[in-house]
């Protein structure tokens, strides 16, 4: 079978060399990628995912995420404040910014947090 246009067991031996030499490590990588993830304005479902869809193992993510050192609660008021200029001002405002906070990977805690501690304007 081929993977981009290699024979997967020729990417599969290649992995493996470069694993035994330390220069391939999906550790460092997952934690890499959470720390400029999250400073892009992604929040940790979101980035978990794209790692597992890139075969990185749960165990490896949870591990890269306990040393990464994103503060997702910021990360979530920080992506909230670049999108929206005001807070909801209706429900069905409030409710359209709870869905891109989702959306973009947050927690129902880091949603509630930004949404909180957000741009300054009147409450509903």
Do not use: W
């Amino acid at each position: 079978m081929l993977e981009k246009g290699f024979e997967s067991d020729c990417v599969g031996i290649i992995l493996g060399k470069l694993r035994d030499e330390g220069l391939q490590s999906d550790y460092r990588f997952s934690e890499g990628y959470i720390r400029y993830r999250g400073r892009r304005g992604f929040g940790p479902r979101r980035i978990s995912l794209d790692l597992e869809k890139r075969g990185v193992s749960s165990s490896i993510i949870s591990d890269a995420f306990s040393v990464a050192e994103v503060d997702f609660y910021e990360t979530a008021v920080s992506a909230f404040n670049k999108k929206f200029s005001a807070k909801a001002k209706s429900l069905a405002e409030k409710a359209r910014q709870q869905r891109f906070m989702e959306y973009r990977g947050f927690f129902s805690e880091h949603v509630k947090y930004a949404l909180g501690n957000g741009i300054e304007d009147e409450n509903i």
